[in-house]
């Protein structure tokens, strides 16, 4: 199986991306950061690559999408709890993010989402697996 995680994601201006994530509470890799990418740290092993459009657009031949209208991906990120996903929806909108829908509330499950600035959408959501439906225990 993988031992780590690299999701690569397009973005507009990577030092206004870097300010943004930073903001929220994340670092970056400085071994994989400069003018055209940073190395966002999502948690042991995983990581989102904020890569210059120009960049990015050397990986694919295909055409790259404006991820303010159009769906790229959907990152879901889980948290201890549903206090700390809100607190960090609340941090994301303070730093210029908005919400995409609203909050859902699924018994087992509470999510929340927030769209960088650059449109890509980041699903954090909180699931107590004992309380899905079926679980024993």
Same mark, same amino acid.
């Given at each position: 199986?993988?031992?780590?995680?690299?999701?690569?994601?397009?973005?507009?201006?990577?030092?206004?991306?870097?300010?943004?994530?930073?903001?929220?509470?994340?670092?970056?890799?400085? %071994?994989?950061?400069? &003018?055209?990418?940073? #190395? +966002?740290? =999502?948690?042991?092993?995983?990581?989102?690559?904020? $890569?210059?459009? !120009?960049?990015?657009?050397?990986?694919?031949?295909?055409?790259?999408?404006?991820? %303010?209208?159009?769906? &790229?991906?959907?990152? #879901? +990120?889980? =948290?201890?709890?549903?206090?700390?996903?809100?607190? $960090?929806?609340? !941090?994301?909108?303070?730093?210029?993010?908005?919400?995409?829908?609203?909050?859902?509330?699924?018994?087992?499950?509470?999510?929340? #989402?927030?769209?960088?600035?650059?449109?890509?959408?980041?699903?954090?959501?909180?699931?107590?697996?004992?309380?899905?439906?079926?679980?024993?225990?």
């Amino acid at each position: 199986m993988h031992k780590q995680m690299f999701v690569n994601l397009a973005v507009k201006d990577v030092a206004r991306s870097i300010k943004f994530f930073g903001s929220l509470g994340y670092s970056f890799n400085p %071994k994989f950061t400069n &003018e055209q990418a940073a #190395a +966002l740290v =999502l948690g042991e092993n995983l990581y989102a690559m904020l $890569l210059d459009e !120009k960049f990015f657009a050397t990986f694919t031949p295909k055409k790259l999408i404006d991820a %303010k209208t159009h769906v &790229e991906t959907l990152v #879901a +990120l889980p =948290l201890e709890s549903r206090e700390a996903v809100e607190a $960090l929806i609340a !941090k994301a909108i303070a730093a210029g993010a908005s919400t995409p829908t609203a909050p859902k509330d699924l018994g087992f499950m509470y999510q929340h #989402a927030y769209t960088d600035l650059d449109g890509h959408v980041w699903e954090i959501f909180y699931m107590d697996e004992s309380a899905f439906p079926g679980a024993s225990g």
